[in-house]
């Protein structure tokens, strides 16, 4: 009992203090995910009322790739101040339906920790029109973490392109004051 509640202890003061997660789900079983292509994401949350609370999928937000309403994630919390894994634990995703009471009081906190947003005060009508928010619970599994660095090519978007650098720009770099 007492391990088990320093285990819940871990996970949600771990994910309290981080500000970005890591978190891969399928809505299959979750060890499965990575066989089917599923990425794992880096995302932005607010822990609230004893789980991770994301809003995404929508124009400006987050992409949330195989998190899908009762299907299950692995979510991988980092420090805070040195970026390494401290601890990664198995959630049960659920989606909030817009105007339910567990959905205001998830979006005012969300709404709260949102940085740079387009609309500021309208965008919980937004969220409610255009994105998904969903709570991912602990389900009190805490998976092994993995050794090595996990390190993957960056997923393929439109943002980035390669042209070559224009002619005259390292003159512009690197020349000299003249006094």
Same mark, same amino acid.
Request: some cysteine.
């Given at each position: ?63 949330? =790739? ?79 973490? =993995? ?10 978007? =439109? ?21």
């Amino acid at each position: 009992m007492t391990d088990q509640l320093l285990e819940q202890a871990l996970v949600e003061e771990a994910t309290k203090k981080s500000g970005l997660i890591w978190v891969r789900g399928n809505g299959a079983p979750a060890p499965h995910a990575e066989e089917r292509g599923v990425p794992t994401r880096a995302l932005w949350h607010v822990w609230h009322d004893g789980a991770v609370c994301l809003v995404g999928d929508g124009p400006g937000e987050q992409p949330l =790739p195989g998190l899908v309403d009762g299907g299950e994630a692995v979510v991988t919390v980092r420090s805070k101040d040195k970026g390494g894994r401290l601890v990664s634990w198995s959630a049960k995703v659920t989606e909030l339906a817009p105007g339910s009471p567990e959905w205001d009081a998830t979006v005012a906190e969300l709404k709260g920790k949102r940085l740079n947003a387009p609309d500021g005060e309208a965008m919980p009508e937004r969220w409610a029109r255009e994105c998904r928010v969903l709570r991912l619970e602990p389900t009190g599994d805490r998976a092994e973490l =993995p050794d090595g660095s996990l390190a993957a090519p960056p997923l393929p978007t =439109p943002a980035t392109t390669r042209h070559p650098i224009p002619a005259g720009l390292h003159r512009l770099l690197f020349r000299r004051k003249r006094r």
